[in-house]
């Protein structure tokens, strides 16, 4: 039960996917923001909780039970709704572009991520 414990190994596939290269984006936002802008602050608090999306989902799939699996997709929901705060205030504060492709890109990806990772807690909610 450890393994691909979820509402079906395609959508923790998918998340695993996503999360992951969601995290690589992040890295070089920060990337980004601590080279072109002298931006240290905020651009490590999405470092934070951007990259700790995708290893929460990573170590939920060796849970030992429904109710651990969804302790850790819990925990990387909300790094998921951190980091789209942390987003939005870059884009408020004027270190990114609302305008932009990428910007526009990356808020989709959270939202996207974020609305996986809902269906999948639920799913497995209304298992146990």
């Not at 931006?39 to 929460?56: C, D, M």
């Not at 170590?59 to 942390?86: G, H, P, V």
């Amino acid at each position: 039960m450890a393994r691909k414990i979820g509402n079906n190994s395609t959508d923790n596939n998918e998340i695993l996917e996503l999360s992951f290269a969601f995290a690589k984006r992040i890295v070089f936002l920060h990337r980004h923001l601590t080279q072109s802008h002298n931006e240290y602050v905020l651009s490590k608090q999405v470092l934070r909780s951007g990259t700790s999306i995708g290893a929460n989902v990573n170590e939920a799939q060796a849970a030992l039970s429904a109710k651990e699996f969804i302790a850790k997709l819990s925990i990387a929901s909300k790094e998921a709704r951190e980091t789209r705060y942390w987003l939005r205030l870059l884009i408020e504060t004027g270190f990114l572009d609302e305008e932009a492709e990428h910007v526009q890109s990356l808020m989709k990806e959270i939202d996207s991520i974020n609305k996986i990772l809902t269906s999948i807690i639920l799913t497995m909610q209304n298992r146990a």
